[in-house]
């Protein structure tokens, strides 16, 4: 079987497993990994961090990405353009000011969003379908993350995860770009051993 039917499989699945969690277990469940990240060192000296806007059934961080914007953090998230696949980050400062955008997504008003470059990302919060303890990532199948985060090979990745999204093996392909961590309610995976953060 090719990877890509292989993928496509555990996608379903896994996404279908996320889409039965209930309100309460979501938010419950997101309020922990908030605070996983808030007393996380890398998260604490990133001073620039990309999140995302939660689609249904992901861990929401829209608590997390509040308190970073008044920590004086610059915040961004996807903006997705006309092009599918290809999306920008744009630079939030008010969770207030997001408009329902494409494929069932939250986005910033794009009247209004700044583009920020991707090379001034330090760390970027990954969500996805599933992930494993070495890093690989499945996401939602239009290769959004992999395309963007080639443009941020400066800034570290982290997968934002339900421990039930974590599965021995994710297929992967060449163009798949590795997590460094994986945050999930219970702990902090380190995918990468050798990968000693230290402050600039
Ligand atoms: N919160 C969040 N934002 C994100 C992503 C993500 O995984 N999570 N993405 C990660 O790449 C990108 C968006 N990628 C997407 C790719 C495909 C579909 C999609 O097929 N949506 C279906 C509805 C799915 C459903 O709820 O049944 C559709 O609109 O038909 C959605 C998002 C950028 N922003
Ligand atoms: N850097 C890239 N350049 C060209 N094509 C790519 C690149 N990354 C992904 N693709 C293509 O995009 C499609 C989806 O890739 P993949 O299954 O890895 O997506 P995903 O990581 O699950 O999705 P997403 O990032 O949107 O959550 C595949 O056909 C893949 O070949």
Redesign the pocket.
């Known amino acids: 079987m090719l990877e890509?039917e292989v993928?496509s499989i555990l996608?379903r699945q896994m996404f279908l497993q996320r889409k039965t969690m209930s309100l309460e277990v979501v938010t419950a469940g997101s309020r922990t990994i908030c605070k996983q990240l808030l007393s996380w060192p890398v998260f604490q000296q990133a001073k620039t961090v990309m999140g995302y806007l939660a689609m249904p059934g992901e861990p929401y961080l829209d608590d997390l990405l509040i308190h970073a914007i008044e920590a004086g953090k610059t915040v961004c998230v996807p903006l997705m353009g006309s092009v599918y696949?290809v999306m920008e980050s744009a630079a939030i400062t008010d969770l207030n000011e997001v408009v329902a955008g494409r494929l069932g997504v939250r986005m910033p008003d794009p009247s209004r969003a700044r583009i920020l470059d991707p090379s001034l990302i330090d760390l970027v919060l990954t969500?996805?379908?599933a992930f494993d303890d070495s890093g690989n990532?499945?996401?939602?199948?239009?290769?959004?993350?992999?395309?963007f985060l080639?443009r941020a090979p400066q800034a570290l990745r982290a997968g934002i995860s339900w421990s039930r999204q974590l599965v021995s093996e994710v297929p992967w392909?060449e163009?798949?770009i590795l997590m460094q961590w994986v945050v999930t309610e219970d702990r902090i995976i380190n995918c990468d051993k050798r990968l000693v953060w230290t402050q600039q």
């Open positions: 890509a993928k996608r696949g969500p996805g379908v990532r499945l996401g939602m199948g239009a290769g959004y993350y992999d395309r080639i392909a163009h798949d």
